[in-house]
């Protein structure tokens, strides 16, 4: 808060997030900047090395993935430069459902 005052009062351009939970918080920033609410794996990039990921065939990580991650999705993508395999795991499904509580709060129909 402090900051954003003294930011401001410097003439900089600054933007205050407020929101008490995450989602709260993202619907705020996409309202300002226009953010689309949804994760596009055609253009995600790898956490670890920021190389754009492609999807790979499922056979392809049968020995590169554990037994049970294998059984359970059928959608997989690699990261070409580190070779990170990606699925939509538990981490997955907590974003997807923060980003649809956050529309929800952007689009009122809460
Ligand atoms: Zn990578």
């Known amino acids: 808060m402090e900051l954003y005052q003294q930011a401001n009062a410097r ?4 933007f205050l997030v407020k929101g008490r939970t995450e989602a709260e918080r993202l619907a705020c920033m996409a309202r300002k900047y ?3 609410l949804e994760i596009d794996v055609t253009v995600s990039r790898c956490p670890k090395c920021n190389t754009r990921i ?3 065939a499922k056979d392809t990580v049968a020995e590169r993935v554990e037994k049970a ?3 359970f999705y059928n959608e997989f993508w690699e990261c070409p430069n580190c070779g990170q395999i990606y699925w ?3 981490h997955w499904k907590r974003i997807t ?3 649809e509580e956050a529309k929800k709060i952007l689009h009122g129909t809460d």
């Open 11 to 14: 003439g900089i351009d600054t």
């Open 34 to 36: 226009e953010l689309p």
């Open 54 to 56: 492609k999807p790979i």
């Open 69 to 71: 991650t294998f059984t």
């Open 88 to 90: 939509r795991g538990a």
């Open 97 to 99: 459902g923060t980003l």
